[in-house]
């Protein structure tokens, strides 16, 4: 793979998503949110690569894997008008639809369509699957980082918008009220990471959200946390009278040991 081949997928990227924006001013305030996350992991991935002091042609294929990470989520917005998986499709497995009818890869070698196509397909897991092995392992976790690192970044910038600014399928439907599921509270206490299907409302998804900062994989990824202190911020967004203190903090000390 070469710089040539990305670049052209950027412009391809760019031309697939534009009718998509031709909807209605919700509708594109959440079509514009994952079209700018995109490049934000793109960015990060290369942020991310270069710490890890990757070699040329495995920085490709991790920039190719994070331009194409979230290419399903348009058509899925389109059909379902949300992002929530399981009240739609599963949208890693409509990214790789979307590759496979454009033919995205088709000038790469197999190989290293393979390793996009899987990182791809199981970049959403909540846990990575057992039966995937290197080389993919490594575009997998990479991808899962470069993503976490920026949905940090898309969530404290849109509580930062008034309600009617902010893009409506962000939440994923969750009711933003001043609570707390107890089993996500448990979960993040063990520091586990909160699984969506215990998630019921907004705050719980913070949570989720807090809980990833013990599930990346790259000392470079530790330090991003870090240096952009997400977690402590994200902390201080949750709705009402809601503590949870103690549990950031003993989650930062281990985030800053892993980030040395």
Sequence with gaps: MDSSTLAQTRAWFEAYTAPFRCT????????????????????????????ENLPANTRLIAAMTALLHDVGRFPQYRQWRTFRDSDSDNHARLSIEVIREQRVLH????????????????????????????PTRLFLQLIRDADKLDIWRVFLDLDALDDDERASAAGLGLPDLPEITPACLEALEAQRVVRLDQCRVLNDFKLLQISWALD????????????RDYIPRLAKTLHGPVDISAQRDRLMAEVIRRAA
């Excluded at 919700?26 to 996350?37: F, Q, S």
């Excluded at 470079?220 to 870090?226: A, C």
């Design 216 to 227: 990346l994989w790259f000392p470079t990824s530790y330090r991003m946390l870090v240096e």
């Design 107 to 134: 000038a790469l070698p197999e190989a290293e369509q393979l390793l996009i196509e899987e990182a791809v397909r199981f970049h959403n897991l909540l846990e990575l699957p057992e039966t995937v092995k290197s």
């Design 24 to 51: 209605d001013p919700e509708g594109l305030r959440n079509i514009d949110l994952k079209i700018a996350h995109t490049g934000r992991v793109c960015q990060v991935m290369d942020q991310l690569t270069a710490g």
